[in-house]
């Protein structure tokens, strides 16, 4: 695997085996399906690369480059995003579920992608573990906001305007670029109308994107510390 923690490893938490297990089962032969990216996916990958013939002879458009190496490896053919392409299915994670199933997802820096992929499925599964259901998107997590390079730190005073912190994401002294040639800041989420909040991030100027998913999940599979899955469902 091109990955350290490739194969069993990911599996080895019961909680992620569980949800990766229940999502692996909504897969049939033929799909054209979507995968976000994060270790839950690429542990449904790599179920997927065990399944022959040529993994159930599916199709994928991904949301990484980390997804897309993986996917590759495995055998599933990759194809491009266009209006003339639908996905039966889209399968990714999240660092946050609430009970109405809004996601704060980017912590991999894949948020963009992610949600442009996601929104061309016609069905929407996201993998997560007991612990990410949370009663409010920011108990745990900051929120991702992808911003363009340029002039970065005036988009940074925008957004402090609305949100109590924004610190660029860095590793080590070099800061983040994402796969679309951004930067990252993780902000405190504060307890406020998220609707309302979403679209004013969204309208600053230099953003891109920002982490918040409030009604991308048809279905969010919670995988329990005893194997066990809890299946959350979008209502009608």
Same mark, same amino acid.
């Given at each position: 695997?091109?990955? +350290?923690?490739?194969?069993?490893? $990911? ?21 054209? =399906? ?18 022959? &013939? ?12 980390? /997804? ?11 194809? /491009? ?6 996905? #039966? ?23 963009? *992608? ?11 599964? =996201?993998?997560?573990?007991? &612990?990410? $259901? ?22 940074? *005073? ?6 109590? /912190? ?23 989420? &504060? ?22 998913? &409030? #009604? ?8 329990? +510390? #005893? ?10």
């Amino acid at each position: 695997m091109s990955d +350290p923690s490739a194969g069993e490893g $990911l599996l080895a938490d019961p909680a992620r085996a569980a949800a990766v297990g229940a999502a692996r089962e909504r897969i049939e032969p033929g799909m054209t =399906i979507g995968l976000g990216s994060g270790r839950a996916v690429f542990a449904l990958v790599d179920l997927l690369a065990a399944t022959r &013939p040529a993994p159930l002879r599916l199709r994928a458009v991904v949301a990484s480059s980390r /997804t897309e190496a993986r996917t590759r490896e495995a055998g599933i053919e990759l194809v /491009t995003l266009d209006d003339d392409l639908a996905l #039966d299915l889209a399968v990714d994670g999240a660092d946050e579920v609430d009970p109405g199933l809004a996601l704060l997802k980017g912590g991999g820096g894949a948020l963009l *992608r992610e949600k442009l992929v996601l929104a061309a499925a016609a069905h929407v599964v =996201i993998l997560a573990e007991a &612990p990410k $259901l949370v009663d409010r998107l920011g108990t745990t997590r900051a929120l991702p906001v992808e911003v363009v390079r340029f002039a970065w730190p005036t988009t940074r *005073r925008r957004l402090l305007e609305l949100l109590p /912190t924004a610190t660029l994401r860095t590793a080590g002294d070099t800061p983040v670029v994402t796969d679309e040639g951004h930067h990252l800041l993780d902000c405190q989420l &504060p307890a406020a109308d998220l609707a309302a909040l979403a679209t004013a991030i969204k309208s600053t100027l230099g953003v891109v994107e920002h982490g918040l998913f &409030p #009604d991308q999940a048809d279905e969010v599979l919670l995988g329990q +510390p #005893d194997g066990s899955v809890r299946v959350l469902r979008r209502r009608p």
